[in-house]
Nanobody, 124 residues
Framework: QVQLVESGGGLVQVGGSLRLSCAAS????????LGWFRQARGKEREFVASINWSGRNTDYADSVKGRFTISRDNGFNTVYLQMNNLKPEDTAVYYCAAANKFTADRSNDEYNYWGQGTQVTVSS
């Protein structure tokens, strides 16, 4: 069993930055693929970024590529999402997720565990 707790969300102006953190508990954290998803009001949850077990392979949605960076620290069982040059359309609840496999695609169904979410609001 893995428990995920996100932090770092908040209110930021257009062009600003935030760093989200997701602390995980449980064994075998280093073997999981980790991902960030987001859900804006009235929309379906969508893939944002993922990082494989070793940290060598990352994947980003086109909408955030070049602005967001995902990273992980297996020693601290934590995954991060650095978000720069934020836009109003980035406003959403951001969820951390863990997949019990070395690599995973962008589907929600790939992920076994989910955090409770953290709100990010970008004001114009």
């Amino acid at each position: 069993q893995v428990q995920l707790v996100e932090s770092g969300g908040g209110l930021v102006q257009v062009g600003g930055s935030l760093r989200l953190s997701c602390a995980a508990s449980g064994r075998s954290f280093s073997t999981y693929t980790l991902g960030w998803f987001r859900q804006a009001r009235g929309k379906e949850r969508e893939f944002v970024a993922s990082i494989n077990w070793s940290g060598r392979n990352t994947d980003y949605a086109d909408s955030v590529k070049g602005r967001f960076t995902i990273s992980r620290d297996n020693g601290f069982n934590t995954v991060y999402l650095q978000m720069n040059n934020l836009k109003p359309e980035d406003t959403a609840v951001y969820y951390c997720a863990a997949a019990n496999k070395f690599t995973a695609d962008r589907s929600n169904d790939e992920y076994n565990y989910w955090g409770q979410g953290t709100q990010v609001t970008v004001s114009s």
